[in-house]
Structure formats: structure tokens, C-alpha cells
């Protein structure tokens, strides 16, 4: 699913279930280091790693932190939301 049809969904459901009080959120992870990324050729991981902003993978604990923030109280007003947390790829 894209990224676009991800926050189409997200904000649909929010729509939906605001009146029963559930805040829908998602987040659109970028490449992240996973034991699966250790399969990949050096050559498209190297092309992954420098198409991102940050100059790295993500990391699966990035992606937690993300979903903890959105399980939060502080993020109690936030419904309907995509979080891209992808090192900045998508924003360049």
C-alpha cells in the first residue's frame, strides 16, 4: 500500500470512529535495518543508504518509538496522521 493510501485510510477511519472516541494514526516507515535488509546486495543497500537524508537505516526501535509517541498521552489530540519516519527520504 502507498504511502498516500495509507494516510487516505487514516484519515477515514478517524473520521469514522471520532465519535466513539479511537484516534486513528499510522506510520510509513522508511528502509529499515531488519535481518532481511542483511540479504540485499552491498550495491542496492549502499544506493538505499544514500538516498536518504540521514545517511543510515532506520532502526526497528525508531519505529516503536513512533508507535509509543502515537500510544501516548502526548499525543492525546493528534487523530488521522501519517508519521513518515524515514530519514528524511520522502521530503527530498
Given at each position: 500500500m502507498t504511502?498516500?493510501?495509507v494516510r487516505s485510510l487514516a484519515r477515514?477511519?478517524?473520521g469514522e470512529l471520532k465519535g466513539r472516541g479511537i484516534r486513528v494514526n499510522v506510520i510509513s516507515p522508511g528502509s529499515i535495518e531488519t535481518a532481511a535488509m542483511s540479504?540485499?546486495?552491498p550495491e542496492f543497500?549502499?544506493?538505499l543508504i544514500s538516498a536518504i537524508p540521514l545517511g543510515r537505516l532506520g532502526t526497528s526501535e525508531e519505529?516503536?518509538?513512533a508507535a509509543l509517541f502515537f500510544a501516548s498521552a502526548d499525543a492525546s489530540f493528534i487523530t488521522g496522521a501519517n508519521l513518515v519516519v524515514d530519514g528524511g527520504s520522502g521530503q527530498v
Open positions: 504511502t498516500k493510501a477515514t477511519w478517524a540479504t540485499v546486495a543497500r549502499e544506493q519505529i516503536a518509538a
